[in-house]
């Protein structure tokens, strides 16, 4: 996708990051583009991510609240001015002529009549009262289904939680050697590299961005070989670990599912599988909107696939591990249901502790404990 010549002001550019994301694009691929065209200051780059993040988190509400004031069919670039004034009259300090009038000059066209209309009107509702929101998936802007998966699977407490932390704004965690991953992320490796001990041979099964990869090597590992199936994936992966001089990783490119490596090669294999992300939905503001229900048992499909074949990878007595930024039953206690059936000899470790709470063998992090993302956790021994 061509990435549209900038605007100079914040919401000029939010307004084109928005349009872009209603189109297709990625919020956290587009918003980078448009800053490094933009020669925005630091302040006003920071309320462009804080704007599209928080307009595309709270689209479904936004809509609502505007709808009402719609008439007819509005084409992306008032739609999404829309949303983004909305957004800044209920989820911001911004004051409401600000939001109205900084948001509304800069939609083009006859488009800005109807976008200044509408929100003038949201902002005389809002000033008068609070939204009476016809539901909890409305209220927190999710997809019915997300809501109402997670109710079942973590209980309905625990799933608003969840699902209010994912709509605040996710932090920056350096690590010591100041690459940036989640708390989450970090006490996966620290988990894993904890039970291997240092000198270990681990394969990263589905390595990239390369943050597990490159954290187990610092922890002792003589041999991280991290894998993914995508060539500029694994290319991601080998830059990282150049720039940190993590010189016990070894990139590769390969299909996890039909690993080209001898059996019982590895001290550890690392399986952090592809999923739902329905535990990091902060950091990835439009995955809400793309993840459909039907994905969730077509990657439950691809984890145990990636499972069965790690299981011959790992040597007698060595750890094979699992891990899912992700909070579904289907894709994790289901899983770990999956594997006491078909991992015949291969026992639990320990899982983690506190923040983690037990979840069958494993163990679950919730976004609510500790901020973090949220993930699940599964170490088992192999026969010796």
């Given at each position: 996708m061509n990435v549209p010549k900038v605007s100079v002001t914040a919401r000029g550019v939010a307004l084109e990051a928005l349009v872009a994301v209603e189109q297709g694009a990625r919020a956290n691929v587009v918003v980078p583009q448009l800053l490094d065209r933009s020669g925005l200051d630091g302040r006003d780059r920071h309320l462009v991510t804080e704007l599209v993040y928080g307009t595309t988190r709270m689209r479904r509400a936004c809509d609502w609240l505007s709808n009402r004031y719609v008439k007819g069919t509005l084409d992306d670039q008032v739609r999404s001015a829309i949303r983004l004034g909305v957004y800044q009259l209920v989820w911001t300090r911004i004051p409401a002529h600000a939001a109205v009038d900084a948001t509304v000059g800069e939609v083009s066209g006859p488009g800005r009549s109807v976008a200044n209309a509408v929100l003038r009107r949201c902002a005389s509702s809002v000033a008068k009262s609070q939204p009476a929101w016809p539901d909890p998936a409305t209220e927190l802007s999710y997809p019915d289904w997300i809501v109402e998966r997670l109710s079942k699977d973590l209980g309905p407490v625990d799933a608003r939680a969840a699902l209010e932390v994912m709509n605040q704004p996710a932090t920056a965690t350096a690590r010591p050697d100041g690459y940036i991953q989640d708390p989450a992320s970090q006490m996966v490796a620290a988990y894993v590299s904890e039970l291997v001990g240092p000198g270990a041979a681990v394969l990263d099964a589905c390595a990239a961005p390369g943050g597990k990869s490159t954290a187990l090597a610092a922890a002792g590992a003589r041999l991280v070989v991290a894998a993914d199936l995508s060539p500029a994936r694994a290319h991601v992966v080998a830059l990282n670990a150049e720039r940190l001089a993590a010189s016990a990783v070894v990139t590769a490119v390969a299909d996890g599912t039909v690993p080209p490596w001898r059996p019982k090669s590895?001290?550890?294999?690392?399986?952090?599988?592809?999923?739902?992300?329905?535990?990091?939905?902060?950091?990835?503001?439009?995955?809400?909107?793309?993840?459909?229900?039907?994905?969730?048992?077509?990657?439950?499909?691809?984890?145990?696939?990636?499972?069965?074949?790690?299981?011959d990878l790992v040597r007698p007595g060595g750890v094979l591990a699992y891990s899912v930024c992700t909070l579904t039953s289907t894709e994790t206690a289901a899983v770990d249901n999956w594997l006491a059936r078909d991992a015949a000899g291969f026992e639990p470790l320990p899982p983690p502790g506190s923040p983690w709470r037990p979840a069958g063998r494993g163990a679950i992090l919730l976004p609510q404990a500790e901020g973090t993302d949220g993930m699940f956790m599964l170490a088992l021994r192999a026969p010796r």
């Amino acid at each position: 996708m061509n990435v549209p010549k900038v605007s100079v002001t914040a919401r000029g550019v939010a307004l084109e990051a928005l349009v872009a994301v209603e189109q297709g694009a990625r919020a956290n691929v587009v918003v980078p583009q448009l800053l490094d065209r933009s020669g925005l200051d630091g302040r006003d780059r920071h309320l462009v991510t804080e704007l599209v993040y928080g307009t595309t988190r709270m689209r479904r509400a936004c809509d609502w609240l505007s709808n009402r004031y719609v008439k007819g069919t509005l084409d992306d670039q008032v739609r999404s001015a829309i949303r983004l004034g909305v957004y800044q009259l209920v989820w911001t300090r911004i004051p409401a002529h600000a939001a109205v009038d900084a948001t509304v000059g800069e939609v083009s066209g006859p488009g800005r009549s109807v976008a200044n209309a509408v929100l003038r009107r949201c902002a005389s509702s809002v000033a008068k009262s609070q939204p009476a929101w016809p539901d909890p998936a409305t209220e927190l802007s999710y997809p019915d289904w997300i809501v109402e998966r997670l109710s079942k699977d973590l209980g309905p407490v625990d799933a608003r939680a969840a699902l209010e932390v994912m709509n605040q704004p996710a932090t920056a965690t350096a690590r010591p050697d100041g690459y940036i991953q989640d708390p989450a992320s970090q006490m996966v490796a620290a988990y894993v590299s904890e039970l291997v001990g240092p000198g270990a041979a681990v394969l990263d099964a589905c390595a990239a961005p390369g943050g597990k990869s490159t954290a187990l090597a610092a922890a002792g590992a003589r041999l991280v070989v991290a894998a993914d199936l995508s060539p500029a994936r694994a290319h991601v992966v080998a830059l990282n670990a150049e720039r940190l001089a993590a010189s016990a990783v070894v990139t590769a490119v390969a299909d996890g599912t039909v690993p080209p490596w001898r059996p019982k090669s590895f001290d550890a294999v690392l399986v952090d599988a592809p999923c739902s992300g329905l535990g990091v939905l902060r950091r990835r503001p439009d995955a809400r909107w793309r993840v459909k229900p039907s994905d969730v048992e077509r990657l439950a499909g691809i984890q145990r696939r990636l499972l069965r074949a790690s299981m011959d990878l790992v040597r007698p007595g060595g750890v094979l591990a699992y891990s899912v930024c992700t909070l579904t039953s289907t894709e994790t206690a289901a899983v770990d249901n999956w594997l006491a059936r078909d991992a015949a000899g291969f026992e639990p470790l320990p899982p983690p502790g506190s923040p983690w709470r037990p979840a069958g063998r494993g163990a679950i992090l919730l976004p609510q404990a500790e901020g973090t993302d949220g993930m699940f956790m599964l170490a088992l021994r192999a026969p010796r």
